[in-house]
């Protein structure tokens, strides 16, 4: 019997109107847009101000643009996955507002949680359902409101983060395009350098949590980054050695967008120019599990069928991953961009 792939077939993003830049930010905290460009490599990101909207409108946005985009009708999804750490709520989860919200009533869906790593793994999850044969068409979401859980008043974390969701179409195929690779890792010992403190069972919201401004994102940046540049090369260059890949053969590295630093020193260990790589960091930050999906929207135009990606990301856990997908679809007849 010849192997099912899943094929990524569409995308649909979501980017909130507002912009915050870093001349508001340095009116905020002692920083500077020089400081953040050079650490860090972002000029603006996205806010979501809207009152009563968080992380499932913009989900729910990025899902009807991709089945808008690919024609699809929403009763006929199967599974939604959405990764996120940061859903409206502790329960129900992003995926099921979501289903609801833009009409895939005989979908079931949930959401997972690994951080940036949130979309690798959701598209992990999504590619087996489909090579399985149980599903033909699963809606794989990465979708977080980082600004929920940024801390405004500490320097060292809040230049970094933005909002938005983004999302891909998986259907099944027999030919040679689609998610062929990947390799996942955790490691929860990574934990102590990055998480949130308070709002889970540990440490239920309390006015002692509030207080103490537990309910932010806490990072350790320095051991972060070195984590994150190792860990990210390291698989991204195993995949591409078992796949007998080399960096001529990629069109595209399309990584999680953390630092421009250590996007360009996980591009120099796997030998891949500049221009080989899906850089948006720059205009959106850190989305979390969006920034990779979001870099596939923004950059849909210069993709063509046949295309050989990597995708790869950090994010705490730790959790790390590489994904190499053998693109399916010429982008500029869809993405409206030029
Ligand atoms: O997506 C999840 C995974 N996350 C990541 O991959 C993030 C990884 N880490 C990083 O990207 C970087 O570590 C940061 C961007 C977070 C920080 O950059 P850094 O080059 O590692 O800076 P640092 O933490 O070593 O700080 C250097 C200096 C410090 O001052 P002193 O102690 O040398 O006087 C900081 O207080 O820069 C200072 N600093 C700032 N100065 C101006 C820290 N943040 C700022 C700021 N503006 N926003």
Redesign the pocket.
């Known amino acids: 019997m010849k192997k099912i792939n899943a094929v990524i077939t569409g995308v649909g993003g979501y980017i909130p109107p507002d912009i915050l830049d870093n001349f508001e930010l340095s009116r905020m905290?002692?920083?500077?847009d020089e400081?953040?460009m050079q650490?860090?490599g972002i000029k603006e990101r996205r806010i979501l101000k809207e009152k009563g909207k968080a992380t499932a409108h913009m989900g729910t946005k990025a899902v009807k643009e991709l089945l808008k985009k690919t024609n699809t009708n929403p009763e006929d999804v199967d599974f939604l996955i959405c990764g996120t750490i940061t859903p409206d709520m502790p329960f129900p989860a992003v995926a099921q507002i979501v289903c609801d919200k833009a009409g895939l009533h005989n979908a079931f869906g949930y959401d997972l949680n690994a951080?940036?790593s949130g979309f690798l793994f959701a598209l992990e999850t999504g590619r087996r359902f489909i090579e399985s044969g149980a599903y033909k068409k699963v809606v794989v979401l990465g979708a977080d409101m980082m600004s929920s859980v940024t801390n405004y008043e500490d320097?060292?974390?809040c230049?970094?983060f933005g909002d938005a969701a983004a999302a891909v179409l998986l259907e099944p195929s027999s030919g040679e395009c689609g998610v062929l690779d990947s390799i996942m890792g955790v490691d929860g010992s990574g934990a102590k350098h990055?998480h949130m403190v308070a709002g889970g069972s540990l440490h239920p919201a309390s006015h002692e949590t509030i207080d103490k401004k537990q309910h932010f994102v806490f990072?350790e940046?320095?051991a972060?980054?070195k984590f994150?540049v190792s860990k990210m090369a390291d698989v991204s260059v195993e995949i591409m050695k078992r796949n007998n890949l080399t960096h001529d053969d990629i069109a595209f590295l399309v990584p999680?967008q953390?630092?421009l630093r250590?996007i360009e020193a996980t591009a120099r260990r796997m030998g891949i120019n500049r221009e080989q790589v899906m850089i948006n960091i720059d205009r959106f930050g850190?989305t979390?599990a969006a920034t990779i999906p979001l870099c596939l929207w923004d950059f849909e135009h210069h993709l063509k069928k046949g295309d050989n990606l990597i995708l790869t990301s950090?994010?705490?856990g730790f959790t790390w991953g590489s994904v190499y997908i053998k693109w399916a679809y010429d982008g500029k007849k869809v993405s409206g961009k030029k």
């Open positions: 905290v002692d920083t500077s400081w953040i650490r860090i951080a940036c320097r060292t974390t230049p970094l990055l990072q940046g320095q972060v980054f994150a999680h953390a630092n250590i850190n979390t950090f994010g705490a």
